[in-house]
């Protein structure tokens, strides 16, 4: 690791930070530095700790320890408001603007130029076109913000930041929903404001646009700092070691292939996928799932895997290429109902929004499911699905008082197992996990582990998430590699390892 | 391609001018200055109580409690000028406390994040029911100086003058648009209603934004109570029932969103005036019955509700 | 296994108790300042008295708060049945003025018409996705007029000897307005406890992208609550016409909606969604009608029993309010320093 000898003097410098929420420990003793006339780098996988650091930073999080320092003056951000009047000012992924409200509104809202009480409507069109031509934008400011492009909304976005004398820019995934055309001429703008001395800070997970733009980066994995790299002379493929907390020359923990797995490639696939893909979602891509195999898919955030589970499970419908199901082709799923009927059963990685109806029992998350399996008719009798209940606690060690407990007040180990018995119970052909032990203990992760494996065995094909690639590795028999929402390789056999996932993973475009 | 925020204004005032110019046609005289004047006139609590409304509506709220509210001001008026008060301290004492009710209501909404509609909903029954325990009965106004300020009006032709009630109707709508358009509380208002969140990140005061909103709207019905009174004379605690929907109507038909953000006071304007053409129209019919302006409005409505609904599917692509 | 906890079990009789306690609480400040309030006497074979009153004419809260409990369940909320009611009862008398068809007809087409005004309903909200406020707001507009155009403007009176039994007769010495309550009540608990509809309805208002992940038709089930809601307000116009022997197209059913919210809410089902409990729906109807009649009883004029069940809405709104919960959580400690 190489620390940093940088000019310019440091604008802001945040050291030892620490935030809890509910006794989860999204960030601690984390630090950050950001120059004057630079553009700085905050990368991280999810739960890293990113959005946690720059909403404290404008003032939404009380931090419970560490200090903030803007060119050496410390300050406690309260408010949104009071961030900006300390100088720094930041750009939500979500675009805090109004889109119904026009331009000149969105860039001037709670500090319009007034004159007795009153709002001088042609001062305020003046300065917001002002404001917009500091950074090269030229449109008619009185349209509603809707009007335009996603781009130009973040460039108007940007503008309102910068209206008030923003010294310090934070960009939470400015490119997100950009194409690469818009996303150049952003950098263009973001080259000119670091010209003028202003400091940026850049949240992305695109690891292309940080090499094109950023001068440092700083890592944060699990809410600790992991180090601050010069971007220049920091090599891809480290990079990506460091967020997802492997170093490139480790010897993989690979578990011997057995001869079973490698003879599966005979039989024909369960599910497969030809070019599957859907525009701004996921590129063609081809996936072959096999009985008794686990097939696992890697990649960092956004890179396209959730919304392989989605395409596939009916979730967001593909507008191109075509679905085989036991080797003959199929329009794709219409619906999660669709797909459960045919043996697919499909687990979120989103566990709350998706996953648990938080204030039923966990009998009811358990058997909903398969009710709906059925049809709203025939009710499962209550003392089946106590029954049933009981065997997948008992079986999947699930720590409850009991049945009838709102899962809400179960952990979230055990949450995900009560939704992974929810899966099982409809013993599907086909199950999709995603990131399956993703904010759970230890303990509780090599029981899931196990089961994965145990579900192999009985004969399922699996699509296994996640972001942990030792686990892949130890789970997987074959895998896909995803980068910028596209399938980039395919590794089986003993080319499963960690090492080659973060090479495919690195590797520079063509 | 995404429609122009003018588009729902644009399609309301062809409604108005077609049904104007349809009920023209088939009724002789209906195409007169009094004819319109009056349906400034007519409908002018409807009108101010309205514009109350599109405020609590483009901040993404709902007041149900208009109707009895307009009910308490108008009694509470007309009993206060029975007892001897002067008509002038009467209408202030109304329109105050109209004005710290609807606070209340706000109050309730912001703090403790009850549902808009069961708070308003409460607030209506409470209104409507410390009307009758001001007073039962309607109570007439007899004053000299409120006959004086019944019978005013600015005469415009010969044949045509506007009354007091329009004239206050017309005040209120240019005094709601400066503050929607030409204030920052008008503009913070359209900030919440487009986006409570995103209005919060912008550190605007999201709080005393909705609580003023409830507040102004109680201000807008207790002024209709005193644009009612002006209007028949009298205070009723039974007045103006089911208001609140014809206001409500009006606000939607005038192309106000109901989820908040978009629309503007003079589009409700025209909703009131739509309301008052029909309604004026089955007047000079004769043949036709007072329902088929509950059914008009409910079709209304609906039209509008789903072509809103188009409208937002079509500039939604972002989500 | 482990032993069941206590607290939060998340069944369903725990949010029953404090409806019961105010139900119960009602009627023992009755017993206490008004002696006539438990008085039953029986004339003909029929039994007469107050609580006999509390229990025939909570039926109209008690029939449109069943649907209304269902729609609040799956998250959404139905002000139109008042205006539906209005609906069924014009329907229903116009065809009985007129003599045309047998009784069971009038009833089936009263009924058909208002689970056809439902249905609209549930597809401004499944297919437009339009919020339930909104949506069934243009019903409670238009319904009453819609109402006045099949009885053309007129209070329809009739003497029908079958539709005026259906407010009016007895059954087993009882109202039969007891009878159909408690039929409804049974055929509504049966239909979502023992088939999956229950669970479904639940799961939809507590998480509904959950819910559409596990297979649930969501827009299926919506549709129906909607409709079922129509009819429940169809059943309650048609007693409500029959209890006055007239359908008055105007005045049927005002405000009701309110009160089947409000019963609803006081049962224990919360607004947002979820679960839901119809004995404690049938629970606030009669808590509603109790504290009605009791405040007649006291001689308080009609008109301003708003006031007081405004207070009843307000705070158990508050009481449901995780905020207010919050803030008297903070100020328990204090009481007692400050006091």
């Keep these: 690791m190489a620390p940093t000898s940088q000019s310019g003097c440091a604008l802001l410098e945040m050291r030892g930070i620490a935030k809890a929420f509910r006794g989860v420990q999204a960030l601690d003793d984390a630090q950050l530095t950001v120059r004057r006339g630079s553009i700085h780098a905050l990368m991280g996988e999810n739960g890293a700790g990113k959005s946690t650091l720059i909403k404290a930073l404008a003032g939404i999080y009380a931090l419970d320890a560490g200090s903030i320092r803007v060119e050496g003056i410390i300050v406690r951000p309260q408010s949104p408001r009071d961030a900006e009047a300390q100088g720094i000012s930041t750009v939500f992924q979500e675009i805090n603007l109004i889109p119904t409200l026009s331009v000149a509104d969105n860039i001037l809202l709670g500090r319009q130029p007034l004159r007795w009480g009153f709002i001088r409507q042609s001062e305020c069109h003046r300065r917001a076109e002002a404001a917009l031509k500091r950074i090269g934008l030229s449109i008619d400011v009185r349209k509603a913000l809707n009007q335009y492009s996603l781009a130009v909304q973040q460039l108007v976005a940007i503008a309102r930041a910068l209206d008030v004398d923003a010294r310090l820019l934070v960009l939470d995934e400015p490119t997100s929903s950009l194409d690469e055309r818009e996303v150049a001429s952003l950098f263009e703008v973001l080259r000119e404001l670091k010209r003028r001395g202003l400091g940026i800070l850049l949240v992305t997970h695109f690891l292309d646009q940080v090499y094109a733009i950023s001068d440092t980066i700083t890592v944060l994995r699990n809410g600790r700092w992991v180090g601050e790299f010069e971007t220049a002379s920091f090599p891809r493929a480290h990079l990506v070691g460091a967020m997802l907390g492997r170093e490139i020359h480790d010897t993989p923990s690979a578990a011997p292939k057995t001869a079973v797995e490698t003879a599966g490639e005979a039989k024909p696939p369960l599910l497969e996928l030809r070019g599957l893909g859907k525009a701004g979602m996921l590129r063609a891509m081809d996936l072959r799932l096999r009985a008794g195999e686990v097939h696992g898919l890697a990649g960092l955030l956004g890179s396209g895997r959730t919304e392989t589970a989605h395409l596939i499970f009916g979730v967001a419908h593909p507008d191109s290429g075509a679905l085989l199901w036991r080797g003959v082709e199929r329009s794709p799923f219409g619906s999660p109902r669709e797909a459960m009927r045919h043996g697919l059963a499909f687990c979120s990685e989103d566990r709350k929004a998706e996953g648990i109806l938080p204030r039923l029992s966990v009998r009811e998350n358990l058997v909903l499911a398969m009710q709906a399996n059925r049809g709203g008719l025939r009710l499962i009798s209550r003392k089946e699905q106590a029954a049933l209940a009981d065997h997948y606690i008992q079986a999947l060690k699930i720590k409850t008082p009991s049945a009838e407990t709102p899962i809400q007040n179960l952990s979230g180990g055990n949450q995900q197992k009560v939704l992974l018995a929810r899966w099982l119970s409809l013993s599907p052909q086909v199950i999709l996990l995603d990131e399956p032990t993703r904010g759970i203990d230890v303990g509780a992760k090599a029981e899931v582990e196990k089961l994965i494996r145990s579900l192999r065995d009985q004969g399922m094909a699996v699509l296994l998430i996640s972001s942990d690639l030792e686990e892949i590795v130890r789970t997987c028999e074959r895998l896909s590699v995803m980068r910028d929402r596209r399938k980039i390789a395919e590794l089986s056999g003993a080319e499963v390892q960690v090492s080659s996932i973060l090479r495919a993973m690195s590797r520079h475009d063509e | ?319 | ?339």
């Design chain 3, 1 to 339: 296994m482990s032993k069941p906890s206590p607290i939060r079990s998340g069944s369903r009789a725990g949010s029953l108790l404090w409806p019961a306690i105010g139900l119960v609480a009602l009627l023992a400040g009755n017993l206490v300042f008004s002696p006539g309030f438990f008085h039953l006497e029986i004339r003909d074979g029929h039994v007469y008295g107050t609580l006999i009153d509390i229990l025939n004419q909570g039926t109209r809260v008690m029939l449109l708060s069943l649907g209304m409990t269902l729609v609040i369940a799956t998250g959404g909320v139905d002000l139109s049945v008042g205006s539906v009611m209005a609906v069924a009862g014009a329907v229903a008398a116009s065809m009985v003025v007129r003599g045309s068809a047998p009784f069971g007809v009038v009833i089936a087409a009263s009924l058909a018409v208002s689970a056809l005004a439902g249905l609209l309903n549930g597809c401004l909200v499944v297919y437009a996705r339009i919020q339930p406020i909104v949506a069934t707001l243009i019903l409670m507009v238009a319904g009453r007029g819609a109402a006045m155009l099949v009885a053309d403007g007129q209070i329809l009176t009739f003497e029908h000897p079958g539709f005026v039994f259906l407010g009016n007769g007895h059954f087993l010495g009882m109202p039969f307005t007891l009878t159909l309550a408690a039929l409804a009540l049974g055929a509504t608990a049966w239909a979502t406890r023992r088939t999956a509809l229950g669970l479904f309805l639940e799961s939809i208002g507590d998480n509904e992208r959950a819910a559409r992940f596990c297979g649930v038709e969501t827009s299926r089930v919506k549709l129906f609550v909607y409709a079922f809601s129509g009819v429940c307000a169809g059943l309650a116009g048609l007693v409500a016409a029959s209890n006055i022997k007239a359908a008055d197209s105007s005045r049927a059913g005002e405000m009701l909606e309110l009160d089947a919210i409000l019963a609803v809410v006081v049962g224990g089902t919360t607004l947002t969604g979820g679960r839901f409990s119809l004995i404690g729906s049938m629970l606030g109807a009669l808590i509603i009608q109790t504290l009605t009649t009791t405040l007649y009883n006291w001689g308080l004029p009609p008109a301003v029993a708003p006031v007081p069940k405004a207070i009843v809405i307000l705070s158990v709104c508050l009481m449901q309010s995780p905020q207010f919960r919050e803030r008297l959580s903070f100020a328990r400690p204090q009481p007692k320093g400050s006091a």
């Design chain 2, 1 to 319: 391609m995404k429609a122009p925020r003018s588009l729902p204004l644009l399609a309301t005032s062809f409604v108005f001018v077609t049904l104007y110019g349809v009920a023209s046609a088939l009724y002789p005289g209906f195409l007169s200055l009094q004819v319109f004047v009056n349906l400034f006139g007519d409908n002018a609590f409807l009108g101010v109580a309205a514009l109350g409304m599109t405020l609590v509506i483009l901040a993404g709220g709902i007041d149900l409690s208009v109707g009895a509210v307009v009910a308490f001001s108008t009694v509470f008026i007309a009993t206060l000028v029975a007892r001897g008060a002067h008509p002038l301290g009467a209408m202030a004492a109304a329109v105050t406390a109209a004005t710290f009710f609807g606070a209340f209501m706000g109050w309730l909404i912001q703090a403790f994040e009850v549902p808009a509609f069961l708070v308003t909903l409460g607030g209506a029954f409470f209104a409507r029911g410390m009307a009758f325990v001001v007073n039962r009965e309607s109570v007439a106004i007899a004053h000299p100086f409120w006959q004086k300020a019944a019978d005013f009006g600015i005469p415009l032709s010969p044949s045509a003058t506007l009354p007091a009630t329009a004239l206050t109707f017309l005040i209120t709508l240019g005094a709601m648009m400066i503050i929607a358009h030409r204030t920052r509380f008008g503009r913070n208002v359209y900030a919440v209603g487009g986006g409570i969140a995103s209005a919060r990140l912008m550190g605007l005061p999201v709080a005393s934004t909705r609580i003023a909103v409830y507040a102004l709207s109680g201000a807008c019905s207790g002024l209709a109570g005193v644009v009612s009174t002006l209007y028949t004379g009298s205070g009723d605690p039974a007045r103006a029932a089911g208001l609140e929907l014809d206001a409500i109507a009006s606000v939607v038909i005038g192309g106000t969103l109901l989820t908040g953000g978009v629309g503007s006071p003079a589009g409700t304007l025209m909703g009131v005036l739509i309301f008052g053409t029909i309604q004026s129209a089955l007047v000079f019919d004769g043949r036709l019955n007072s329902w088929w302006l509950r059914i008009a409005m409910g079709g209304l409505l609906l039209l509008f509700v789903l072509f809103q609904r188009a409208l937002s599917r079509g500039s939604a692509l972002e989500k």
